[in-house]
Each structure stands twice: as C-alpha cells, then as structure tokens.
Antibody, heavy 120, light 110 residues
Framework: QVQLQESGPGLLKPSGTLSLTCTVSGDSINNNDWWGWIRQPPGKGLEWIGYIYYGGTTSYNPSLKSRVTMSIDTSKNQFSLQLRSVTDLDTAVYFCARLIVGTYNAFDLWGQGTMVTVSS | QSALTQPPSVSGSPGQSVTISCTGTSGDVGSYNRVSWYQQPPGTAPKLMIY???IRPPGVPDRFSGSKSGSTASLTISGLQAEDEGNYYC??????????FGGGTMLTVL
C-alpha cells in the first residue's frame, strides 16, 4: 500500500524559506509518476503549487513560480518543496500528492498534510 | 487568475440527489475534458472522486457521477448518505496553469 508523508518545520519567520519533504513508501518514486504539492490556508480552498516528474522536470503555478523550487531524490524515495521569501499569506496546510499518469490534475494519493505557520 | 466558480453550499436529505456545479471559461473547462472532483471531510486530506470529467477511480461508489456542458462541469451525488458530507472541490486544466481549483462547495446532508 503506497503512502505519502510530509515532514518539515511547522513554524518559520517572515522572509524565511519553507522547506518540506514528502517520503513515499510502499512503491518506488521512479514509476513514471508526477508528484505534486498543494496547499490550503486555514478555512480556505485548495491551491496547486506545482509538480515534479521522477526524471526532474517541473511545472509550477505561475503565481508562485518565482519563489518555488521542487526537487526529487530517487535514492531516498523523496521529493521536496522550497518556497522562498514567505509571508503570513503562506500559512497553510501543505499536502503532497501523486498525479495519475496521463492526467493533469487528478491526484489519487495524498499525504495527511502538514501545517506550516509563518509568524514573527 | 481567478479560480473556477462553485456555489458556496448545497444541501440535501438522505436518499436524494444533489448536483454541484463548477463554472469555468473557454480557456479551461470549456475546452478540455480534464475536470476532476475532490471530496474533503473536515480535517482530512482531499479524496479524488472523479477525473477527466466522468471517470471514477477504483473504490468510488457509482452514486458519484460527473458531466460537462460547455464551460460548466457538474458532480452529481445520488442516493445521498450522511457520510457524503464535506467540502467538494473541482479542478480543471488551463493552458496557463495545468491545475486550477474551484473555491469549494460545502455539502450538508440534512
């Protein structure tokens, strides 16, 4: 059974860099999959951040593209998110997810999510 | 860019059918059969219910169905059950951004 688990600091200061990792268990991250990040501010809707192919190709939300970098470490079966110059608007639950092969927006497997708060 | 438009809330009684709409533009829903629907009970991760307009992933009951007409996609839940309560989000492909979400619809089972 494939599972995803997010990890990373839950609190950071404005202007800092958010760094999260998603660990994939139960299957290889190399299986021709795209892996994504989605976030949800408290009480609000979902926002797609971006996704990364197992080979390293990326696609980012244009509104966040200037601040986002995603990477993948196949040896550790992990992929990661960095979001620079954070403000309180970046406070949210961050989810990692797997994209169904051949689709653009069908995420069939999700992590439980991790809350990240930006506050001084 | 603006999200897809969903009604803030819908409700229905057990056994009834409800439909949630998702209105986009000719640049997304209207031009591509790449509409997904997610169910999210409070405090949990979203669950994929429908993708590519009308395909159900394994394990999703056939009470859930998707359709599209023009720039509006719809999710219909028939035989409503208490466990169907939660927020529902649509998503579409858009050339400028491959994943755009709707604002969400809260479904209440009366």
């Amino acid at each position: 059974q494939v599972q995803l688990q997010e990890s990373g600091p839950g609190l950071l200061k404005p202007s800092g860099t958010l760094s999260l990792t998603c660990t994939v268990s139960g299957d290889s991250i190399n299986n021709n999959d795209w892996w994504g990040w989605i976030r949800q501010p408290p009480g609000k809707g979902l926002e797609w951040i971006g996704y990364i192919y197992y080979g390293g190709t990326t696609s980012y939300n244009p509104s966040l593209k200037s601040r986002v970098t995603m990477s993948i470490d196949t040896s550790k079966n992990q992929f990661s998110l960095q979001l620079r110059s954070v403000t309180d608007l970046d406070t949210a639950v961050y989810f990692c997810a797997r994209l169904i092969v051949g689709t653009y927006n069908a995420f069939d497997l999700w992590g439980q999510g991790t809350m990240v708060t930006v506050s001084s | 860019q603006s999200a897809l438009t969903q009604p803030p809330s819908v409700s229905g009684s057990p056994g009834q059918s409800v439909t949630i709409s998702c209105t986009g533009t000719s640049g997304d829903v209207g031009s591509y059969n790449r509409v997904s629907w997610y169910q999210q009970p409070p405090g949990t991760a979203p669950k994929l219910m429908i993708y590519d307009v009308n395909i159900r992933p394994p394990g999703v009951p056939d009470r859930f169905s998707g359709s599209k007409s023009g720039s509006t996609a719809s999710l219909t839940i028939s035989g409503l059950q208490a466990e169907d309560e939660g927020n529902y989000y649509c998503s579409s492909y858009r050339v400028s951004s491959p994943v755009v979400f709707g604002g969400g619809t809260m479904l209440t089972v009366l």
